[in-house]
């Protein structure tokens, strides 16, 4: 009796646990992110876009954590949704209302009435802070609608750096739980979709990503152009991921570090042929966006773009958080020069890294380019706590498409396998099905639930297929020799 409930208990699936004994680290996540937006709300100016977004997004975070702490299962899509909507939608609804809106978003509309009325983005003679435009030609392009239409809501740059980077995101999940290039679609495509956007949700709704977008911050569009770089590498697709971190290394400069990293990864992935296409694909659209630029007023263009960014024009740049790099100019002389050798230090050993051992992955290659972008950060004598969205968003995003990149279609069964051999979704799934019947492996006996023999498989003994009655071979004595 105790083996035969052995065999008749189910075999449990690690998918099919209970939601309570599996660790909630979604809370403790969501209770972090209200407490450091509360931080920045108390630790900044009364009037200022990012005190505003500090209180809004703390509410928001913490209705989503009460919200998870009712929902039995983990990173669900309630509690990311409204995190969501309390952390960036209802501070740009706010900000937008009474028009209060980061200053690069002054600068980036600003640049492109320059662009049309002069042929260059840039300044002539920038003196005060706002004069300068530290931001490559194509980001002028977020702009274009202010200058067509004026000053309204729906021109504003701010709102077009969230459908910058809303269109963006979905390419690169589409990228993911689309067609392949073989014409297969991933199974369960619902699923993987329902997936997808939960995930984003959550990767929009961390603060680091939710405050640019409030207050009009020019880096998540070009950080989502790199989300979809990194998921059309990770397909193969040499043009696509070319023209998408083109279109990134004509925003900023930060983007630019991707090139080699992803043409690296690319070399691993798809070969070197595909590796040279994205690296030609990529610089020929950078080039063309900003070379005509760089040639109409070539010192306008060094001295916002070159000069002013990396703190060594005559005019300090805004961005002045204290880190390393900050610090070491203003305690050690020289200390320009120093931050400009440690930065060209560490971008040295990540192309030798890059040559002497490559990325093999997608989510390898990403991490290589947070660690180089995070030590540019840290190492930069103007740099700001607000480029965390860099290494924060390339370490989380290509761990969290990893599942959907990974399902592929299974394979068709060989015409002569027997159909209680073929491989099924649930049989690599766990030992055991939905309904808590054992696994085949499991299983001691080949009858069916009415008891009659299985007919795939001829029983090797006659007590098998129920038959009590012995074979006439088996009363015969063996024959001496």
Not at 149 to 172: D, E, I, K, N, V
Not at 302 to 327: D, E, K
Not at 410 to 437: F, I, Y
């Amino acid at each position: 009796m105790l083996r035969a409930a052995r065999e008749q208990a189910p075999q449990a699936c690690p998918a099919d646990r209970s939601p309570h004994r599996e660790r909630r680290w979604d809370r403790l996540v969501l209770v972090v992110c209200a407490i450091s937006a509360l931080t920045v709300g108390l630790a900044s100016a009364p009037n200022t876009s990012q005190h505003a977004w500090g209180l809004f997004a703390a509410a928001g975070y913490v209705c989503a954590a009460l919200a998870a702490a009712r929902t039995p299962t983990p990173w669900a899509r309630v509690p990311a949704t409204i995190a969501v909507v309390g952390a960036a939608v209802l501070p740009l609804l706010y900000l937008t209302a009474i028009g209060r809106a980061q200053m690069e978003v002054g600068v980036v509309e600003r640049s492109a009435d320059l662009l049309f009325s002069s042929g260059t983005p840039y300044h002539p003679a920038p003196h005060a802070v706002r004069d300068f435009n530290p931001y490559l030609p194509g980001m002028a392009l977020f702009g274009v609608p202010h200058m067509l239409f004026g000053p309204a809501a729906f021109t504003s740059a701010r709102l077009w750096f969230l459908l910058g980077f809303l269109a963006a995101l979905a390419a690169a999940v589409r990228a993911l739980t689309g067609k392949r290039t073989t014409g297969s679609r991933p199974p369960n495509g619902t699923v993987l979709r329902g997936t997808a956007l939960t995930g984003a949700l959550w990767l929009t709704a961390c603060p680091v990503v939710a405050l640019p977008l409030s207050i009009g911050g020019v880096d998540p569009p070009v950080v989502a152009l790199l989300c979809l770089a990194l998921a059309f590498t990770h397909r193969g697709s040499a043009v696509p991921a070319g023209l998408a971190i083109g279109a990134a290394a004509a925003l900023k400069w930060t983007a630019w570090p991707a090139v080699p990293v992803i043409v690296a990864v690319l070399a691993v992935i798809a070969g070197k042929r595909a590796a040279l296409t994205c690296a030609a694909v990529a610089s020929a659209l950078a080039a063309l966006a900003i070379g005509p630029v760089a040639l109409v007023d070539g010192g306008a263009f060094y001295q916002n773009v070159v000069l002013y960014p990396f703190g060594l024009g005559p005019t300090a740049s805004s961005a002045q958080s204290p880190l390393l790099g900050h610090l070491i100019v203003l305690a050690v002389p020289h200390g320009e020069t120093v931050t400009m050798a440690l930065i060209a230090s560490s971008a040295v050993g990540t192309g030798l890294s890059l040559l002497l051992r490559p990325p093999r992955t997608t989510t390898a290659a990403a991490d290589r380019l947070a660690l180089g972008l995070a030590l540019a950060i840290l190492l930069s004598p103007a740099t700001r706590v607000g480029y965390a969205i860099y290494p924060v968003v390339l370490v989380a995003w290509p761990r969290f498409t990893a599942r959907l990149a990974t399902e592929r279609p299974a394979p068709r069964p060989h015409p002569g396998e027997r159909p209680h051999l073929r491989p099924t979704v649930a049989s690599r799934l766990c030992t055991g099905t939905a309904s808590g019947d054992p696994s085949p492996r499991h299983r001691t006996s080949t009858r069916t639930p009415t008891g009659s023999p299985s007919p795939h498989r001829r029983p090797r003994h006659p007590d098998a297929a129920g038959d009590p009655r012995p074979t006439p071979g088996a009363l015969r004595s063996p024959k001496r020799p």
